[in-house]
């Protein structure tokens, strides 16, 4: 059942399935998986299957809509089977879209023709994302002959994010989605044609880019949290951690080829035609828009216009620990561990002396890596936080250890791993706030989300540019990468500690070496 308001105290059905569940083992084989449930409630037929369960913290928050004892879970968040919610949330529609309920393989979120015409549209308009991103900094270093000059653009994009994000949150959870995304999608067309019109007309300036990446950047903040809530409206519930996982791969296979269309177009023709192929591929996305069936979305309540949303929106995360410690992995994540342009240029130059063809393998190795990390989180059916906190870790010690290694094939090598685990860490981060919260409040959550992710960067990019400057980029990596790592460990242990659960150390052959199990309370369910 999907993680909706009251859910997890919902009433089970009388029937003759309800019967008591015997003790767990104390010992031996047996998994303990502890779930949603709590005593009382019994699996119902045809939901999703919990191995344990486990006694849950009374003490209902009355001062936050929608909340009540929710225990943290390191391990599935149970999806929607399209049964009707019993607390009065909205329920699932019926599958119109043909995919089957549950997981259903790595693109099962493909089967639903809406999710199928959205991505259709993404894949176009990510590849003139791409294309204008560094066609961008092209011309505004072709314009000055200065690299600070490129970090400001860069600045003026992310800004907007960090000042405004929470607030896009709010809009998300006012208005409809889908007609939010035609204004949102328009307006980043425009964008696009307007620079265009001055670099073919010879008439740009710097300044003129500085505006354009700020006007974009201030979209970008309702644009964000509306598409990313979007795709559960698309897919229901159950496929949205599959759906978030698609989305992944499609914007990283565009990272694949927008640059490279970029270079070509920008040699052969000049960089105004980039631009006003960037304009005109927002068209696409606006058309499969246009062509959705309404009838097959799952829409979730929209909040109306009142006074203290945002500050509603921090108290619900504030008071969960299944969504706080997620985003504030993240927030470090992207602030320490997301530095590559950084790390990967100096590389490039100052430790292999490959100039910028180095520096464009180098990237496109991180973004293969990307794609395989979001497939195989395609096919990965539950979010899991332990995966989030095990991927977190690897990513930060692989970091580690290609920051020392003195060897270059293996440092381009590492860069496949260490795409793969950063994008999981995304992946599974975003799907599992999502799927935790309340459908009311899930754009504020996104917003949030996305802010403390993307927020970070006009702060982690200086701090490691300037590292990079005074130590060399083998510290400055090192370092970006051993405060992720501890901060994947810190958070494991907090919630691990919210879940009553305790680290096991078992050096038995047969047995799991490392894991978390409950302290107490367990009883099995099926």
């Given at each position: ?125 990510n590849t003139g994302t791409w294309m204008a991103r ?249 979010s899991r936080l332990r995966v989030l906190v095990g ?136």
């Amino acid at each position: 059942m999907s993680p909706g308001p009251g859910a997890d105290s919902a009433p089970a059905p009388q029937s003759d399935h309800d019967t008591p569940a015997p003790p767990a083992r104390a010992s031996g084989r047996s998994r303990y998986l502890p779930g949603r449930l709590i005593p009382g409630t019994a699996r119902i037929p045809g939901t999703a299957r919990f191995r344990t369960r486990r006694r849950t913290r009374t003490g209902p928050r009355a001062d936050i809509p929608g909340t009540g004892p929710r225990p943290v879970s390191l391990v599935k968040t149970p999806v929607s089977t399209g049964r009707p919610a019993t607390d009065g949330s909205p329920s699932v529609g019926p599958d119109t879209g043909g995919a089957d309920r549950g997981h259903g393989g790595m693109f099962s979120s493909l089967r639903i023709r809406n999710y199928r015409l959205f991505a259709s549209g993404a894949v176009v308009s990510n590849t003139g994302t791409w294309m204008a991103r560094i066609t961008q900094d092209w011309l505004v270093l072709s314009l000055t002959g200065s690299s600070a000059a490129v970090g400001i653009t860069t600045a003026m994009q992310f800004l907007p994010m960090l000042l405004f994000g929470l607030y896009g949150g709010v809009i998300a959870d006012r208005f409809p989605k889908r007609t939010l995304l035609f204004f949102t999608q328009g307006a980043m067309s425009f964008g696009g044609l307007f620079l265009a019109a001055l670099t073919l007309s010879g008439n740009v300036q710097v300044w003129h880019v500085y505006m354009t990446a700020f006007f974009t950047g201030l979209v970008t903040v309702v644009d964000n949290p509306t598409r990313q809530t979007f795709v559960s409206e698309m897919v229901g519930p159950d496929q949205v951690r599959n759906a978030v996982s698609l989305n992944s791969a499609n914007f990283q296979s565009a990272r694949l080829l927008g640059p490279a269309i970029a270079g070509v177009l920008t040699a052969a023709v000049g960089p105004g035609w980039a631009f006003l192929a960037n304009g005109l591929s927002f068209l696409a996305p606006l058309t499969c828009l246009l062509l959705m069936r309404t009838a097959e979305l799952h829409p979730g309540p929209r909040t109306p216009r009142g006074k203290g949303q945002l500050r509603e929106g921090l108290r619900y995360v504030s008071h969960r620990p299944e969504l706080i410690w997620p985003i504030v992995l993240i927030g470090f994540i992207g602030m320490f561990g997301f530095n590559f342009p950084i790390w990967l240029s100096a590389y490039a130059d100052d430790i292999f002396h490959g100039g910028s063809g180095m520096y464009g393998l180098f990237n496109t190795l991180m973004a293969v890596g990307s794609v395989v990390g979001a497939l195989l989180a395609a096919r990965r059916g539950t979010s899991r936080l332990r995966v989030l906190v095990g991927a977190a870790v690897a990513f930060g010690a692989l970091q580690i250890v290609a920051a020392v290694t003195p060897s270059l094939w293996v440092f381009a090598l590492l860069l496949v791993p260490i795409g793969m685990l950063g994008l999981t860490v995304n992946v599974t981060a975003n799907s599992s706030v999502q799927l935790g919260t309340d459908p009311a409040m899930r754009g504020r959550v996104i917003s949030l989300f996305m802010m403390v992710f993307v927020g970070g960067t006009p702060i982690g990019g200086p701090l490691f540019g300037w590292l990079t400057d005074a130590y060399g980029v083998q510290i400055s990596m090192a370092v970006g990468g051993l405060v992720s790592a501890v901060s994947a460990l810190v958070v494991g242990l907090v919630l691990a500690r919210a879940a009553d659960l305790r680290l096991k150390v078992d050096l038995r052959r047969g047995q799991p070496h490392v894991r978390f199990v409950p302290k107490r309370d367990l009883v099995t369910v099926a």
